[in-house]
């Protein structure tokens, strides 16, 4: 997964807001209580998010899987002037050397998880990773937006120097969504480099979640909507999760 597609990535991103996504989940872990300290953001990408959370204050540390994603992440934390380590692992077998105030999972990361098992598996290893006190947030792309949004749907879109079509298929009775990029890359000289990309999304419930939280030994878990602290709204296209060590934080 994201490969060749690690060098294009930022450029399909760039609608994102993560400044802004940085600030919700800064003020998703003020509200119970973890103002600074260290933070390894797992699923950490090209770094959109670990940067703008290490300018904010966080002592951060990135994992991804993709070697490739990881070393434009650590080429622009460099750029930056940031001492940011970015390390491969399998978030399902995360292994830190010192405990974490916090664990993130963004940017659809937990969808990346396509069974209930391979999600408590990754909630217990973040568990272990965690300081007494500490918390798991994250987020996922809903039921709803696989589905509606996004699922049997062909996207295109020409760019300057970036054209790509992007096939997808959702299945009700396995909750996956199958996705097919095809990608066109023009090079200096006018052709165009091709590039393929499949990656398989799942449709998780806030049930399913939060069971598995649960299950992983965390005490309180509670779920947001898409760009406030308030409860999710009907046809939500992403939750964020709140998963904690203790019981003295806000009411949901």
């Not at 953001?41 to 670990?50: H, I, M, P, R, V």
Request: overall charge negative; hydrophobic content about 40%; aromatic content about 10%.
């Amino acid at each position: 997964m994201y490969t060749g597609f690690a060098e294009v990535y930022d450029a399909l991103m760039s609608d994102v807001d993560y400044e802004r996504w940085a600030d919700l989940y800064v003020a998703l872990m003020n509200a119970f209580g973890i103002r600074g300290g260290k933070v390894c953001e797992c699923a950490c990408g090209t770094g959109g998010l670990t940067l703008p959370l290490a300018r904010r204050g966080f002592t951060m540390t990135g994992i991804d899987l993709s070697q490739d994603m990881l070393w434009i992440a650590a080429q622009k934390a460099r750029g930056e002037g940031m001492a940011i380590p970015f390390v491969r692992q399998d978030m399902r077998k995360l292994h830190l050397h010192r405990p974490m105030d916090a664990i993130l999972a963004t940017c659809d990361g937990v969808n990346y998880l396509l069974t209930d098992e391979d999600a408590g598996e990754f909630f217990q290893a973040a568990k272990r990773a965690l300081r007494p006190g500490g918390g798991l947030f994250f987020d996922v792309s809903t039921p709803y937006k696989l589905s509606h949004v996004l699922g049997e749907r062909m996207i295109c879109e020409d760019r300057e120097d970036i054209t790509y079509l992007w096939q997808n298929r959702y299945s009700e009775k396995t909750g996956l969504l199958d996705m097919h990029l095809c990608i066109f890359v023009k090079q200096p000289d006018g052709s165009y480099r091709r590039i393929d990309e499949e990656q398989k999304q799942r449709a998780h419930t806030i049930e399913s979640l939060s069971n598995q939280l649960y299950r992983a030994g965390f005490d309180r878990v509670l779920v947001y909507g898409n760009s406030a602290l308030e409860a999710p709204r009907d046809k939500e296209q992403r939750w964020h999760f709140a998963a904690l060590n203790r019981a003295d934080g806000p009411e949901a």
